[in-house]
């Protein structure tokens, strides 16, 4: 399964007629240029999940960089513009999606 299906899936199990009319995730565009994952945690199963601050700067390319962290009862992840898959692969494998 990809990561745009596992997201998917991710998304429909918290939709429970409550958590989506409060909550959700948002994909965005960054400037520099990247991406931005949000993803609300809050009245999930992995809300109390530990989640150990990754980054890892810009080696080879000024496009290639990723940093994720929880805060605030969100899992907040950016990286560059070739980077969205491995990110959103990043999450799911912390949300055991």
């Given at each position: ?40 945690l809050i009245d ?54």
């Amino acid at each position: 399964m990809n990561e745009l299906s596992r997201l998917q899936s991710w998304y429909a199990n918290q939709c429970n007629g409550i958590w989506e009319h409060s909550y959700g995730l948002s994909i965005e565009t960054l400037d520099n240029p990247g991406w931005c994952l949000t993803v609300d945690l809050i009245d999930t199963d992995i809300f109390e999940l530990s989640f150990i601050e990754l980054k890892r700067e810009a080696i080879e390319s000024d496009d290639d960089w990723l940093v994720c962290r929880v805060e605030d009862g969100r899992f907040r992840g950016h990286c560059g513009p070739a980077n969205l898959q491995e990110l959103l692969s990043i999450f799911l494998d912390f949300a055991g999606a």
